[in-house]
Antibody
């Protein structure tokens, strides 16, 4: 059973860097058929894709946050991380990590999600 | 970015009755590999979204067969043949043909 678990500070001060980690169990983040994404959801609002880490280590980012975001892998601990710099109140949201998986015929995009972690940006 | 537009934004349904949600994309989601990269998710209250449908009409593992997806190109539909109380939540469509992935605004399903 694949499980994802987000962790990190729940409160970040404006202009500082938000750092979150997603620990994966039941799968390897370096397996060639999976990619790993971060998605966020402000309270009462919709979903915004932030970016993804390919199994091979490359990344894609949403242009809306690209200049402030970095996603990286910690293969020794089978987890991946999100760093977002220069945060403002607009970055307050529940942050989810999720998996994209190929079954050989189809991409099952976001077939598994973490429970989400609320990050508030406030002084 | 590809804009995903859902209608309606909310609907109230009597248990046992059908429900239908439309999703339109600003560009075709048909890729050169012949697949169409349109997905449907349900976010139940207090939970992360869960995958319902991938590739327009394929039900994800464990999804009841009362859920069905259809459509092509830029116009897609999620149908629930007989709504049950556990179907309440917000339904989102999403495209993955292009980066950034983009979601529809969501459709809130309530039970009458």
């Amino acid at each position: 059973q694949v499980q994802l678990q987000e962790s990190g500070p729940g409160l970040v001060k404006p202009s500082q860097t938000l750092s979150l980690t997603c620990t994966v169990s039941g799968d390897s983040i370096r397996r060639g058929r999976d990619n790993w994404s971060w998605i966020r959801q402000p309270a009462g609002r919709g979903l915004e894709w932030i970016g993804r880490l390919y199994a091979g280590g490359n990344t894609d980012y949403n242009p809306s946050v690209k200049s402030r975001v970095s996603i990286s892998a910690d293969t020794a601990n089978n987890r991946f991380s999100l760093k977002m710099s220069s945060v403002t109140a607009a970055d307050t949201a529940v942050y989810y990590c999720a998996r994209e998986h190929s079954n050989g015929q189809h991409w099952l995009v976001f077939d598994y999600w973490g429970q989400g972690t609320l990050v508030s940006v406030s002084s | 970015d590809i804009v995903m537009t859902q209608t309606p934004l909310s609907l109230s349904v009597t248990p046992g009755q059908p429900a239908s949600i439309s999703c339109k994309s600003s560009q075709s989601l048909l890729y050169s590999d012949g697949q169409t990269y349109l997905y449907w998710y349900l976010q139940k209250p207090g939970q992360p979204p869960q995958l319902l449908i991938y590739g327009v009409f394929n039900r994800f593992s464990g999804v009841p067969d009362r859920f069905s997806g259809s459509g092509s190109g830029t116009d897609f539909t999620l149908e629930i043949s007989r709504v049950e109380p556990e179907d309440v939540g917000i339904y989102y469509c999403m495209q993955s043909i292009q980066v950034p992935r983009t979601f529809g605004q969501g459709t809130k399903l309530e039970i009458e």
